[in-house]
């Protein structure tokens, strides 16, 4: 039934400011932008909502909604960030980027399965970029997920 992801959505602070890290510094184009001025059960509301695309159609999508409170605060990697899939030879390059743009950035780290870096969004979201290891190919499937699942339950 289910296709793959359409869009994951988070709030923004600065359309503008969020639009240039996601499009001018990660690649990804701002397909569509448009206002919401009443919800679906008729509330009047002043949002605006921006969706970058992603190379298989889905996407990552914004909502500034200045009228509502949002506490932005910075993101700690195991509470929320999103990852996505790179070629390993990005990586050093896009730290490089980072770093002469003054962006929050940390890596290369090595997770045994993926290398990973990891930016902070003008929002305080993290963004990991993560690339396969090709030796960890070899690892799908040595553990059953639903065994582990069962055993940290357990303790």
Known sequence: MIERLHHAAYRCQDSEATRSFYEDFLGLPLTDAFVISETQTGRKTSVLHLFFGLPDGSSIAFFE????????????????????????????????????????????SDHGFIHSVYFRDPNGYVVELAADIEAARDLSGKNDPHEVLANWRRN
């Open 65 to 108: 909604a200045p009228e509502q409170p949002f506490d932005f605060v910075d993101q700690h990697d195991f509470d929320l960030h999103i990852a996505l899939k790179v070629p390993q030879a990005s990586l050093t390059p896009m730290l490089d980027l980072a770093a002469r743009q003054g962006i929050e950035h940390r890596g290369i």
